[in-house]
């Protein structure tokens, strides 16, 4: 994973609001949410979310959709895996752990 790329991902889960709406795309799944449905699950303004989306869209932490006249967000799984094995690849002295195995555990679904 690029460093610049990290150190972008990093900064923008930076933020109470951001890593909230991070977390809760990736409880959403690879269905994703629509921009108001996070708004009204998280409490924050539309203008607000906007802001962090479009921060977390630059990280390549979220990705957008449109259906219909609805913009739907999902987390991009691949971006967060690369960023935590990014984090985590030389833990446990080079050995296979846990951390560095997370393929099976989430991922975008065909």
């Known amino acids: 994973m690029d460093t610049n790329l990290v150190v972008r991902a990093l900064g923008a889960l930076a ?3 951001r890593l909230a709406i991070f977390r809760a795309l990736v409880v959403a799944g690879p269905d994703g949410m629509p921009a108001g449905e996070i ?3 998280l409490g924050l303004a539309p203008s607000s979310l906007s802001f962090h989306l479009k921060d977390l869209s630059h990280a390549e932490l979220v990705k ?6 609805f ?4 987390a991009n799984f691949d971006a967060m895996t690369g ?3 990014y ?5 446990c002295a ?3 752990c846990a951390a560095s195995d997370l393929s099976s555990c989430c991922g975008d679904k065909p």
């Open 39 to 41: 708004a009204q699950q």
């Open 64 to 69: 957008p959709r449109q259906e219909g006249r």
């Open 15 to 17: 933020h109470e609001s």
């Open 94 to 96: 080079g050995t296979n």
């Open 71 to 74: 913009v739907i967000y999902t």
């Open 83 to 85: 960023l935590i094995a």
């Open 87 to 91: 984090l985590t690849e030389n833990c």
